[in-house]
C-alpha cells in the first residue's frame, strides 16, 4: 500500500511542470462512501491544498464540498489527466464536472463550470515519478555498465515476456528500447555487462537495467560511406530485480555526462586502488593522546 504523502517530491514537479502543458484535472472522493467530492483543475501542488483548507476553514473551496471534505475520513486524491494547457484543464474540468452531475452522481455540489492515460492516485503518481539522487561516487557495479537514454521512457509498455531481436523488436517496449540498437565500439560490446536506460528529462532517472548474456550485431553503411555495427543486446533478467541488485530501484544519476548529443554512456567498476584511497578517506584519523608532562 502506498503511504499518504502531503505534497508531490521534486522529481514528480519536475515532470508535471512541463512548460505551458503544466496543468492537470483531479477529483477527491470518499474512498469510505465511494462519492466524488470535488474536480477541480491546478498545477504544482494544488491537489493537496483543499483538506488543509477544508480543515482550517479557510480557502476558496465551495462551502457543501468544503464541509464534505472536513468530515471525510478517508480522502482519495486522483490525478484524472496532465500535461495540459490551462485551457485544455478548463474545459476538461468543465466536460467531466457535467459528465458527473448528469450520469454519475446528480447531487453533486460544484457549479462551476487529456493528457495522462486514465485516473491515478496523487500517491501513485508520485511513487512512479519519485526518484533519489544517486552520486556516481557511491555507485561501484561489478562490471561495465552501459547507460542509454530512452526517450518517452515512462510511457512505454514494460512488458518482458519478449526475447527481444532485430527482427522483432518493438520501439513502444521498454525492454526492446532499452536492448538496442547501439552504435558501440567491439571491444566496448564484449566487455557490457549491463544496460540501463536513463530518462533524461528526468534527472537521469535510471528506468531499466538489464544484465547482458550476449549479443547480435547488424552492419550498415553510414551518411558518410562508412560501414557501423549496430549491436542489439540479448538477457533472460528481469529489470526489478537488476536494478535491485545495482542498487539503482527508483534512482536517478544525475551527475551522468553524455557530452554533447550522446545518447549513451559508460559506467566503469572502480580499481581497487580507487576503492582503496575511498576507504582510506572515510577512516577517521586515530586520536592521538597526549602525555601530561610532569613540572
Same mark, same amino acid.
Given at each position: ?11 514528480t ?8 502543458r ?22 504544482d ?8 483548507a ?7 473551496i ?7 471534505i ?13 500535461h495540459l494547457?490551462?485551457?485544455e ?14 450520469v454519475?452522481?446528480?447531487?453533486f ?9 486514465g485516473?491515478i ?22 562490471? #561495465?555498465? $552501459?547507460?542509454? &537514454?530512452?526517450?518517452?521512457? +515512462?510511457?512505454?509498455?514494460?512488458d518482458? %515476456?519478449?526475447? @527481444? ?12 528500447r532499452?536492448l ?5 565500439g ?14 533524461a528529462?528526468?534527472q ?15 552492419a ?24 535491485s541488485k #545495482?542498487? $539503482?530501484?527508483? &534512482?536517478?544519476?544525475?551527475? +551522468? ?5 550522446? %545518447?549513451?554512456a @559508460?559506467?566503469r567498476?572502480?580499481?581497487e586502488t580507487?576503492?582503496?584511497?575511498e ?17
Amino acid at each position: 500500500m502506498v503511504a499518504k504523502i502531503k505534497k508531490f517530491s521534486d522529481s514528480t514537479l519536475s515532470v508535471l511542470n512541463n512548460g505551458k502543458r503544466r496543468f492537470y484535472v483531479y477529483c477527491l472522493t470518499d474512498l469510505k462512501k465511494d462519492k466524488i467530492l470535488y474536480i477541480g483543475k491546478g498545477c504544482d501542488n494544488r491537489i493537496f491544498e483543499h483538506e488543509q483548507a477544508a480543515r482550517s476553514q479557510d480557502g476558496d473551496i465551495d462551502v457543501p464540498a468544503r464541509k464534505a471534505i472536513a468530515k471525510c475520513k478517508k480522502l482519495g486524491r486522483h490525478i484524472i489527466s496532465y500535461h495540459l494547457t490551462e485551457a485544455e484543464a478548463q474545459t476538461a474540468e468543465t466536460a467531466l464536472i457535467h459528465f458527473v452531475k448528469s450520469v454519475v452522481d446528480k447531487k453533486f455540489k460544484k457549479q462551476s463550470a487529456g493528457c495522462g492515460a486514465g485516473g491515478i492516485s496523487a500517491e501513485e503518481l508520485d511513487e512512479r515519478f519519485k526518484f533519489t539522487p544517486c552520486p556516481l561516487d557511491e555507485f561501484n557495479p561489478d562490471g #561495465l555498465v $552501459l547507460a542509454v &537514454k530512452i526517450q518517452n521512457a +515512462l510511457d512505454l509498455d514494460t512488458d518482458e %515476456e519478449a526475447d @527481444y531481436r532485430f527482427d522483432n523488436q518493438d520501439d513502444a517496449n521498454l525492454k526492446s528500447r532499452t536492448l538496442g540498437n547501439w552504435i558501440v565500439g567491439k571491444d566496448a560490446a564484449s566487455k557490457v555487462k549491463y544496460v540501463i536506460g536513463i530518462h533524461a528529462d528526468l534527472q537521469n532517472a535510471v528506468v531499466s537495467a538489464y544484465e547482458v548474456d550476449g549479443f547480435e550485431t547488424m552492419a550498415e553503411e553510414s551518411k558518410n560511406g562508412r560501414t557501423q555495427t549496430r549491436y542489439r543486446f540479448h538477457t533472460a533478467s528481469s529489470s526489478k530485480k537488476v536494478l535491485s541488485k #545495482l542498487g $539503482l530501484h527508483q &534512482k536517478c544519476l544525475p551527475e +551522468l555526462k553524455f557530452g554533447g548529443a550522446g %545518447e549513451k554512456a @559508460y559506467i566503469r567498476p572502480k580499481t581497487e586502488t580507487e576503492t582503496e584511497q575511498e576507504n582510506i578517506q572515510m577512516t577517521p584519523s586515530p586520536k592521538i593522546k597526549k602525555e601530561k608532562t610532569k613540572s
